[in-house]
């Protein structure tokens, strides 16, 4: 970018920054802004003296947006219309496409995951396929995102994925019928007399999942439960507060403290007379936001125990509005005698719904902050155990978040490629053996030594082969380890014990 579309930028910033001003809920006092309307004017004239080149008005406003709302601290920002509908899709928890998660390993697109009953699964697509081409298009050389960005598409549409199956060499095509796809995180098992409950983020369906995964603990008489909240990067309100309500007795919740006098204080209650559980609550320094607003209020008013490392330290709360195009806001001007940028505004107070090509994007903006049920306030400063103990994720060097089960569905060996061989080698890497690549498909020479030493060390035949028995004795080793390693869950268990 030459200086002078830099200056352009810088113009229009300002510009826009004086539209902004109409908004209550981001100054209280729009006056502070101080903008010199004719020296905005004579850097415009400059601008279209000197400036030689065509400039796209809408690409240069979203930039000026970008820029506005970056000055701001690092949770405030402009999404483009594109931008925004991926946000929505995470907190919505629901997306059009096909229902699979894939890797990248060595420039290869490998299917990790195939969600249950979605347009994926229907079609054939299993886990360890390797995707080839979409539509025609070779994936050879394109990024995850492009990679995404084709397969995915409105609902009812088809793509044709070209992929070659586990363990098979020639490729086949098949055909996907794309479907809204919803996205469940959360996942549980039972362990003993304890319920182990995951929740990777706070997005629309969290609630509702939590209450089904809380109903099965209920038939099956289970009483004490672990809350993982470790690397949960928070989310929708409305969620972590239903959630609260399962566990946390009757009184405040949290309490949201916003700066505009336009938007009412919030304060939300538990109705719950008694506690049904014995809960243990896993945080880490990634757990933030909305996790650390139900950790709050499980540990301010005794509703369990919070086991792991500080947490995060977020209690900003983000609001996120509609933004008017330049074009619309000059309509919406002369025709209502109003200077409105919000689209929501314009809704609620003229019934006018802006069509789609009236918006340039989204806005998400700090407008508040909130508090424990004991008036804490973590901002910056996270939520501090009841136990500290600290937890590895990784065991020598391999994060064991990288590892799947095998999936005892075929049976590798020398040179054969597959997702089991991946899976193979990081096992066995995190057991002791000396394994290099372990990024690698390939069931090569050097990873068959190590895998007829492990076979013999568990009192199998030493073939080399990744046979059946082979791979179940993977994978509980895989889930020993994996427990051992994990520090705090295993006090979470001694805690629930006592």
Do not use: H
Not at 410 to 415: D, S, V
Not at 459 to 475: C, R, V
Request: glycine share 8%; aromatic share 8%; charged share 30%.
């Amino acid at each position: 970018m030459n200086k002078q579309k830099i200056r352009t930028l810088f113009a229009l910033s300002l510009i826009a920054a004086i539209i902004l001003t109409n908004c209550a809920f981001l100054w209280a006092d729009s006056s502070k802004l101080e903008v010199n309307a004719d020296y905005i004017k004579s850097i415009m004239d400059m601008v279209d003296d000197k400036y030689r080149g065509d400039i796209d008005q809408n690409k240069l406003m979203e930039g000026v947006l970008k820029g506005i709302f970056s000055s701001m601290d690092k949770y405030t920002e402009f999404y483009t219309k594109e931008e925004a509908e991926s946000f929505f899709n995470t907190i919505d928890g629901e997306y059009s496409g096909v229902g699979m998660g894939f890797d990248e390993i060595n420039g290869r697109f490998i299917v990790r995951e195939v969600y249950k009953d979605s347009p994926a699964q229907k079609a054939g697509i299993s886990v360890g396929d390797r995707l080839v081409e979409v539509d025609g298009q070779n994936l050879e050389g394109k990024s995850s995102s492009e990679a995404v960005e084709l397969i995915t598409g409105k609902k009812g549409t088809k793509v044709v994925i070209r992929v070659i199956r586990d363990g098979e060499k020639n490729a086949i095509n098949v055909t996907v019928t794309r479907d809204d796809i919803r996205i469940n995180p959360v996942t549980t098992s039972i362990r003993g007399d304890v319920g182990y409950i995951n929740l990777t983020i706070f997005n629309n369906n969290s609630a509702d999942e939590i209450k089904k995964a809380l109903k099965e603990m209920d038939d099956k008489k289970i009483k004490k439960i672990i809350l993982d909240l470790r690397d949960n990067p928070g989310g929708d309100v409305n969620e972590v507060v239903e959630i609260a309500k399962s566990f946390v007795p009757e009184g405040l919740i949290t309490k949201l403290d916003f700066k505009s006098e336009n938007i009412t204080d919030l304060e939300y209650m538990s109705p719950l007379k008694e506690k049904k559980y014995k809960l243990a609550v896993l945080v880490n320094e990634n757990s933030a936001s909305a996790s650390e607003i139900l950790a709050g209020a499980v540990q301010d008013t005794g509703a369990g125990t919070i086991i792991g490392s500080k947490t995060y330290g977020k209690a900003k709360v983000q609001s996120i509005y509609p933004i008017l195009s330049l074009d619309a806001y000059k309509k919406y001007e002369e025709q209502l005698g109003v200077k409105l940028v919000i689209g929501d505004d314009l809704e609620r107070k003229y019934s006018i719904e802006p069509t789609d090509d009236e918006m340039i994007g989204w806005i998400k903006i700090t407008t508040g902050l909130y508090y424990t049920p004991k008036g804490r306030m973590i901002d910056l400063k996270g939520i501090m155990p009841d136990y500290n103990v600290t937890s590895s994720s990784t065991i020598n060097g391999v994060d064991l978040s990288s590892i799947s089960d095998l999936r005892v569905k075929i049976k590798p060996q020398l040179n054969s490629e597959s997702i089991d061989v991946l899976n193979a080698k990081r096992i066995l890497k995190i057991s002791g053996y000396k394994i290099d690549d372990l990024n690698s498909l390939k069931l090569d020479n050097k990873t068959c030594d190590e895998l007829k030493k492990f076979q013999k060390k568990s009192g199998l035949y030493p073939s080399g082969i990744l046979d059946f028995i082979t791979q179940k004795t993977l994978n509980n080793t895989y889930q020993k380890l994996a427990i051992e390693s994990d520090k705090q869950y295993l006090k979470a268990l001694e805690v629930l014990k006592n």
